[in-house]
């Protein structure tokens, strides 16, 4: 089983849409857990932190439900500025090292 | 921008060659992580670099080894290169050890023919 895993998609929405991204991690030890976002050909950039309480930033929320081990994002209103793969990111803390652990992405088409 | 960069952004080798890549860490930052992202796949975890120590390492064979230098930049190093070592490389920095916010370089795009 993967570390990190999310759906590939492509998910294709219409502008306007609501659109969720689910994610799932295997090690119940995990610390901290984040989204990035990464445009074609181009290096990978924070979206948003994902916390227990769960948070939002706009059009964008987050959720964190640590005992079912999964991550949520959910954007309202899509701009076809939002087509872009959205990474889960898992941040494992191992006697004091810490190691970022990507999905492999979902990819996401906002469509006019 | 995030204030790393990497270097070269582009390049070409054949197999069994040398490479190294080459990143400069955002001011204030002490750490460094290299990933290797493959097409259609999420970045992979090599290794990181704290305070010029390897504090962590994906599983990736010993031929991929790295340095980091008093000024905190890095090298990634990778010997006997294979087919599937074409790949886009990734420099991120961060503060204290990997704990926060990992800003990241532009890549390195290897080719290995």
């Known amino acids: 089983r993967k570390e990190v895993e999310q759906d590939p998609g492509p998910f294709n929405v219409p502008e306007g849409a609501t659109v969720a991204f689910n994610c799932t991690y295997s090690n119940s030890a995990s610390q901290s857990f984040f989204w990035y976002r990464q445009d074609c050909r181009k290096e990978p950039k924070l979206l948003m932190s994902?916390?227990?309480s769960g948070n939002e930033d706009g059009r964008f929320t987050a959720q964190l439900n640590r005992a079912s081990q999964y991550i949520s994002l959910l954007i309202r209103d899509s701009k076809l500025s939002d087509s872009a793969t959205y990474l889960c990111?898992?941040?494992?803390?191992?006697?004091?090292?810490?190691?970022?652990?990507f999905g492999t992405g979902t990819r996401l088409k906002v469509l006019a | 921008e995030t204030g790393v960069t990497q270097s070269p952004t582009h390049l070409i080798k054949t197999r069994g060659q040398q490479v190294t890549l080459r990143c400069s860490s955002q001011?204030?930052?002490?750490?460094v992580s290299w990933y290797q992202q493959a097409l259609g796949q999420g970045p992979q975890f090599i290794f990181q670099?704290?305070?010029?120590?390897?504090?962590g390492r994906g599983n990736f064979p010993p031929r991929f080894s790295g340095l980091q230098f008093p000024n905190y930049s890095s090298e990634l190093n990778v010997n006997a290169l294979e087919l599937d070592d074409s790949a886009l490389y990734l420099c991120?920095?961060?503060?204290?050890?990997?704990?926060?916010?990992?800003?990241f370089g532009e890549g390195s795009r290897l080719t290995v023919l």
């Open positions: 001011s204030g930052h002490n750490t």
């Open positions: 994902v916390y227990s």
């Open positions: 670099y704290y305070r010029e120590e390897e504090n």
């Open positions: 991120a920095s961060s503060r204290d050890g990997g704990a926060g916010e990992l800003f």
């Open positions: 990111v898992v941040n494992e803390d191992t006697s004091g090292t810490y190691k970022y652990i």
